[in-house]
């Protein structure tokens, strides 16, 4: 695979926006959709499945998505096409991932067929779909993130990359957090969902700047051997990830922290809602101020990474967080505190902006890293299986994050605990961080070296 030049790396970054915003979209207004708040069910609004069955179908949905990315990574890794190992896939993969999002959100039963709890039926149908939805996901996104340790020679590179590709992710989140809700009050939630799901035709970026030679053999020229590195089997691929130290103290850490902010992510719309008394506009007012300042906090990340390195800057970043979840709560309205609810989240969420840049550019750049040291170090190339054991992680993860905010938002009080819970799950994170070896300053990287 061909190096890109710097002017191509937004571009080939742009990929995250799309089908970032759209995987944020189901994972923050799914549940919210098939279960609206109690606030939302007094004045009208359907209650689409029960609670228990949606749980269970999306746990289910999610863990054999899981099942799937193991395959597409080794797929991806040892693809042999005219075409290369990455492209192929992005393309197969682009259209079925935009059917299966828009399918989503039309279950077959509404109305009279509807009991007070919702119905069963809807639940198997958002099982199959979202498990059609994350198959598809995955299909583009596994060899999109994989490129990453090919298509750039080092770590700061990597960052640099990375954080391009968090500055369009957090467009996503923009519109996901901010915009869909202010939408939603105009435009009913599948109003919102066609307007805004154009923005996906940005992963047509990466398919147009990654460049890559021939994989079958007797087609590429002698200069080109490097795409065709030996396969490495599927289970041999994933013994050599698990064994890999750095990454396992790489993702013991991060699934921890990635609970926390699925569970954030997911019931900030319930927090707003039933705890707060805000509307959706307000919301999304509340959010802008979380999202808003990313651009900037990014700078500020990339500026801590060459002084302090990416480690300290993450770590850094987790402790921030927890406070900011831990000022959630003061905002109940049952407080009655002199600070309005609305304030207490915008304080909150500018507080939490820069460990949000963060926490989108890490997934990004850390496992990059480490497939590219490994490469060096063994002389096989399996990003793809490094993203592929990662995504496998967080989607147990966040469904494990999303089943148990279904189960404690049933509860009345349970809303309350959901800022708390987060904070908590940074700080373990933090601390299980502390062994990871990369991510060093870079002088101090080359004095090690």
């Not at 096409?81 to 279950?107: D, E, H, N």
Request: proline letters at 6%.
């Amino acid at each position: 695979m061909k190096l890109i030049k710097r002017w191509q790396e937004p571009i080939y970054a742009l990929g995250s926006f799309g089908p970032g915003f759209m995987y944020q979209i189901v994972m923050a207004y799914l549940l919210y959709y098939y279960r609206p708040a109690l606030s939302r069910v007094e004045t009208g609004a359907l209650v689409l499945a029960p609670a228990g069955a949606y749980a269970v179908g999306m746990l289910v949905a999610r863990i054999l998505d899981g099942v799937v990315d193991i395959p597409i990574a080794t797929w991806t890794d040892n693809l042999k096409s005219k075409w290369g190992r990455r492209r192929p896939l992005m393309v197969l993969g682009f259209i079925p991932t935009i059917l299966s999002f828009l399918l989503l959100w039309y279950p077959p039963l509404s109305g009279n067929s509807l009991g007070a709890d919702g119905h069963w039926g809807n639940a198997i149908f958002v099982a199959v779909v979202s498990s059609l939805y994350f198959f598809f996901h995955t299909l583009i996104i596994v060899p999109y993130l994989a490129s990453l340790s090919e298509i750039v020679p080092d770590e700061q590179s990597r960052v640099r990359v990375a954080s391009w590709q968090t500055f369009f992710a957090t467009a996503g989140y923009v519109l996901t957090y901010v915009v869909a809700p202010i939408l939603f009050d105009h435009f009913g939630v599948r109003g919102t969902i066609w307007m805004l799901v154009p923005v996906f035709l940005s992963f047509i970026g990466p398919i147009m700047v990654i460049k890559e030679s021939s994989t079958v053999e007797g087609e590429t020229t002698p200069g080109e051997l490097h795409e065709q590195a030996a396969d490495v089997p599927l289970w041999e691929s994933v013994k050599l990830t698990l064994a890999n130290r750095t990454f396992r103290i790489y993702m013991g850490s991060v699934a921890v922290f990635y609970f926390g902010l699925q569970f954030f992510l997911g019931g900030i719309a319930f927090m707003a809602a039933d705890m707060m008394g805000l509307t959706d506009s307000q919301l999304g007012m509340m959010n802008a101020a979380a999202f808003a300042p990313v651009p900037i906090m990014l700078i500020l990340f990339n500026w801590l990474s060459k002084k302090k390195g990416a480690k300290w800057a993450f770590r850094l970043s987790l402790l921030v967080f927890a406070f900011a979840m831990l000022l959630f709560p003061l905002g109940w309205t049952g407080l009655n505190l002199p600070l309005s609810p609305i304030m207490v989240g915008i304080i909150a969420g500018g507080i939490g902006s820069f460990s949000i840049g963060v926490f989108f550019t890490i997934p990004y750049a850390f496992p990059a890293q480490i497939a590219a040291t490994d490469a060096k170090e063994t002389g096989k190339d399996r990003a793809g299986m490094f993203f592929a054991v990662q995504g496998v992680i967080n989607q147990f993860v966040g469904s494990l994050a999303g089943s148990v905010l279904a189960l404690l938002l049933g509860w009345e009080r349970g809303v309350l605990f959901i800022g708390p819970i987060v904070a908590v799950m940074c700080v373990v994170s933090f601390f299980l961080f502390k062994p990871y070896p990369l991510g060093q300053p870079k002088k101090k990287e080359e004095a090690a070296a």
